[in-house]
Structure formats: structure tokens, C-alpha cells
């Protein structure tokens, strides 16, 4: 069998490898497939039988063309390309097709979530954490072609990162990888395994931080994903301009959405007070409490972020 397979794989690389050699299982109903090997297009694996047969097996491409990519903001070096893209100039409500009949959806990983899409200590949490094991492999979620790959050294807190564009606008991001499994400008397919779960960058353990941005507005994942079971929530989803705010999370109305995108935050300076910011933003000391937790005795501390309307 080993010279079977040597044999075979010299056979794969070589341009004129006649389509005759391929074998269809069809005619040999009772064979059982024992391994698997590679071949020059990672879509296209060849199967061994143990009666020594063998075939190509197509696993399917994503089907994607260049031209539906905003080509324009396609920046493999920086990780937010669209960095200098105001909120103005996204409509007020954008419909996403997630998934139809070309294009399907595999979660990038089913594991227990321990922090989620919101304003965390001192700076904005942009995406879900998914609790792993160093070595789990990471699924792309959607079609797509990858427009950042990146070690640690040069992505500040993400660790090991990927970023996957994907035809309808959307991006998603891994982060805090041990190892990457794809490069820039590959195709992939969703359900295939891009890297491995990781505790590089700013990270208190392992676990893959996922993000979903809309033209680099970041949004609640949690909004097309339930993470407890891995299935998307829905084929569509109709992303409204007060999604892209920390404070607006899945599980919200619409007008509770609305109403907590438009919070106001002061980060606390030397010599503040909450007296004094109740006189600067025109509320009072008690809403103010209300709004944070908190007790007109509570120490400010510089740096801290408070939410004053």
C-alpha cells in the first residue's frame, strides 16, 4: 500500500494525469475507503479503497468572484481597512444575505462564551470570546477570501489574527490564534479549518475573540450567531445604523437599541466630579448613579469611562 500511495502522489502532480485512472465508487459498491491524500487544489483530495482503487473526490469551491469585493478598501497590511470610513456614509438599514443556496455558514467555533459585545473596564470589547483549548481547530464562518493574516507582533492585542472578507460586505475576525492555516488573498470556504485556537496577544487565557464589522463598523456577533448552539440565527439580517454602538447588544428592542446607542460617556479627567459633570451634561448626580452602578460616594478614577446621559 505505501508504494500505492508514493506512487499516486507523484501521479497527482504531474500535469497530464489522465481522468481515466479516476475510479467511481458506484462500481465498487462493497470498498471501504482507508485514507485520504492531498492533491495540488485543496478542493480536490483523492480517497484509497482497500481493494486498491482509488478517486478524486471534488469537495466543492466557494463560489466568489473578485469582482464582488469592495476592491477599493482592500488593505492587506492595515487590520481595519476601512478605518477611515465615517458611520455618515453607511445607510441608515443595510439587508446582509448570510446564507442562500451558494453560500453556507459553519460556526467558527462551539465553545462557552466568557465576555461578550460591550464596553469592558476601560476600552470597548469588540467581538465574543469563546472559551477553547490551545490546538482547536477555527472554521471560517462564511465563504470568503482572506485579507488579513498576521502574527501577533503586528496586531496588538489580537494575537495571531485572520481577517475574512466576505461577499456581501461583511468581515469577520479570529483572534488570538497559536497558528495560522490560510494566507492573504486565499479563498475560503465556510466550514474550512483557517487556524488554531491560541492565547497570543492581549489574553488572559485561551480562547478565540470573534468579531462581525460591516465596512469596519463592528457589531453584536451574538446578532446572527447564537453561540450556546453554533447555528445562525437567521439566513438575512437587517443591520441598523445604531447596531454599530458598543452599548447596542442582541436581546434588545429596537427602541432599547436605539436608546442605548445614544448614551453619552465622559472619560473622567483629573478634577472631576459627578457634580460637576451633572452641571456640564445637564442631568443630575442621582441619574447619573443610576445610569453606572454606583453611589454619589463612588471615587472617580482618571481614565474611567462614565455614562453621564
Given at each position: 500500500?505505501?508504494?500505492?500511495?508514493?506512487?499516486?502522489?507523484?501521479?497527482?502532480?504531474?500535469?497530464?494525469?489522465?481522468?481515466?485512472?479516476?475510479?467511481?465508487?458506484?462500481?465498487?459498491?462493497?470498498?471501504?475507503?482507508?485514507?485520504?491524500?492531498?492533491?495540488?487544489?485543496?478542493?480536490?483530495?483523492?480517497?484509497?479503497?482497500?481493494?486498491?482503487?482509488?478517486?478524486?473526490?471534488?469537495?466543492?469551491?466557494?463560489?466568489?468572484?473578485?469582482?464582488?469585493?469592495?476592491?477599493?478598501?482592500?488593505?492587506?497590511?492595515?487590520?481595519?481597512?476601512?478605518?477611515?470610513?465615517?458611520?455618515?456614509?453607511?445607510?441608515?438599514?443595510?439587508?446582509?444575505?448570510?446564507?442562500?443556496?451558494?453560500?453556507?455558514?459553519?460556526?467558527?467555533?462551539?465553545?462557552?462564551?466568557?465576555?461578550?459585545?460591550?464596553?469592558?473596564?476601560?476600552?470597548?470589547?469588540?467581538?465574543?470570546?469563546?472559551?477553547?483549548?490551545?490546538?482547536?481547530?477555527?472554521?471560517?464562518?462564511?465563504?470568503?477570501?482572506?485579507?488579513?493574516?498576521?502574527?501577533?507582533?503586528?496586531?496588538?492585542?489580537?494575537?495571531?489574527?485572520i481577517v475574512i472578507r466576505h461577499?456581501?460586505?461583511?468581515?469577520?475576525?479570529?483572534?488570538?490564534?497559536?497558528?495560522?492555516?490560510?494566507?492573504?488573498?486565499?479563498?475560503?470556504?465556510?466550514?474550512?479549518?483557517i487556524g488554531y485556537g491560541g492565547?497570543?496577544?492581549?489574553?488572559?487565557?485561551?480562547?478565540?475573540?470573534?468579531?462581525?464589522?460591516?465596512?469596519?463598523?463592528?457589531?453584536?456577533?451574538?446578532?446572527?450567531?447564537?453561540?450556546?448552539?453554533?447555528?445562525?440565527?437567521?439566513?438575512?439580517?437587517?443591520?441598523?445604523?445604531?447596531?454599530?454602538?458598543?452599548?447596542?447588544?442582541?436581546?434588545?428592542?429596537?427602541?432599547?437599541?436605539?436608546?442605548?446607542?445614544?448614551?453619552?460617556?465622559?472619560?473622567?479627567?483629573?478634577?472631576?466630579?459627578?457634580?460637576?459633570?451633572?452641571?456640564?451634561?445637564?442631568?443630575?448626580?442621582?441619574?447619573?448613579?443610576?445610569?453606572?452602578?454606583?453611589?454619589?460616594?463612588?471615587?472617580?478614577?482618571?481614565?474611567q469611562r462614565v455614562t453621564v446621559?
Amino acid at each position: 500500500m505505501l508504494t500505492t500511495i508514493v506512487a499516486l502522489t507523484a501521479l497527482l502532480h504531474s500535469p497530464t494525469t489522465p481522468d481515466t485512472l479516476s475510479l467511481s465508487s458506484q462500481n465498487h459498491p462493497t470498498r471501504t475507503a482507508i485514507d485520504t491524500l492531498p492533491t495540488d487544489d485543496k478542493y480536490t483530495k483523492v480517497v484509497l479503497y482497500d481493494n486498491n482503487t482509488w478517486e478524486y473526490i471534488d469537495l466543492g469551491r466557494p463560489v466568489i468572484d473578485d469582482t464582488d469585493f469592495d476592491t477599493e478598501n482592500w488593505n492587506t497590511d492595515k487590520i481595519h481597512a476601512y478605518r477611515d470610513m465615517p458611520l455618515s456614509l453607511i445607510p441608515d438599514e443595510v439587508d446582509l444575505l448570510l446564507v442562500d443556496s451558494l453560500h453556507s455558514y459553519h460556526p467558527p467555533y462551539i465553545g462557552t462564551v466568557t465576555s461578550r459585545y460591550c464596553f469592558r473596564r476601560t476600552r470597548e470589547h469588540n467581538g465574543t470570546d469563546l472559551r477553547l483549548n490551545i490546538g482547536d481547530p477555527i472554521y471560517a464562518a462564511f465563504d470568503g477570501k482572506v485579507r488579513v493574516s498576521k502574527a501577533t507582533s503586528k496586531t496588538g492585542g489580537y494575537g495571531n489574527l485572520i481577517v475574512i472578507r466576505h461577499a456581501n460586505g461583511l468581515e469577520t475576525y479570529y483572534g488570538h490564534l497559536s497558528e495560522h492555516a490560510v494566507k492573504v488573498d486565499e479563498l475560503v470556504k465556510a466550514g474550512e479549518v483557517i487556524g488554531y485556537g491560541g492565547n497570543t496577544g492581549r489574553s488572559t487565557g485561551p480562547h478565540l475573540h470573534f468579531e462581525t464589522r460591516y465596512q469596519g463598523q463592528s457589531f453584536d456577533p451574538e446578532r446572527i450567531i447564537d453561540f450556546s448552539t453554533g447555528q445562525l440565527r437567521d439566513t438575512l439580517i437587517t443591520l441598523k445604523k445604531h447596531y454599530f454602538s458598543i452599548y447596542s447588544h442582541h436581546g434588545q428592542t429596537d427602541a432599547e437599541s436605539l436608546a442605548a446607542s445614544q448614551r453619552i460617556v465622559h472619560r473622567i479627567k483629573s478634577g472631576d466630579t459627578l457634580s460637576g459633570l451633572a452641571v456640564k451634561y445637564h442631568t443630575t448626580v442621582s441619574k447619573i448613579c443610576k445610569l453606572n452602578n454606583m453611589s454619589p460616594k463612588t471615587t472617580l478614577r482618571i481614565g474611567q469611562r462614565v455614562t453621564v446621559r
